[in-house]
Nanobody, 121 residues
Framework: QVQLVESGGGLVQAGGSLRLSCAASGSIFSIGAMGWYRQAPGKQRDVVAFITSDGNTNYANSVKGRFTISRDNAKNTVYLQMNSLKPEDTAVYYC???????????????WGQGTQVTVSS
């Protein structure tokens, strides 16, 4: 089994910062891309940012310049540093990871349980 455990969500005022973490554990041979999505009430889940195994990053336009994704491959952990937060960033944030459990087995995407981020105006 593979588990992704998120932490770091909470309540913050507009203009503030939060740092989310997501640690993968279990039967892991290697991890490819890792990413963060978010889902606001009544809306679909949208990508926020993702990072490849060699560190290439991609961001949603709405967070460019404010959010930074990074990873620690030795710890199987992905981070999301969120600065200059806005009320519209309020959502449940989910991490994911494309995990290869054994050599030659296709990668499977696993998801965390989600962490709430609330930005007050």
């Amino acid at each position: 089994q593979v588990q992704l455990v998120e932490s770091g969500g909470g309540l913050v005022q507009a203009g503030g910062s939060l740092r989310l973490s997501c640690a993968a554990s279990g039967s892991i041979f290697s991890i490819g891309a890792m990413g963060w999505y978010r889902q606001a009430p009544g809306k679909q889940r949208d990508v926020v940012a993702f990072i490849t195994s060699d560190g290439n990053t991609n961001y949603a336009n709405s967070v460019k310049g404010r959010f930074t994704i990074s990873r620690d491959n030795a710890k199987n952990t992905v981070y999301l540093q969120m600065n200059s937060l806005k009320p519209e960033d309020t959502a449940v944030y989910y991490c994911n990871a494309d995990v290869m459990k054994r050599v030659g087995v296709p990668r499977i995407r696993y998801w965390g349980q989600g962490t709430q981020v609330t930005v007050s105006s």
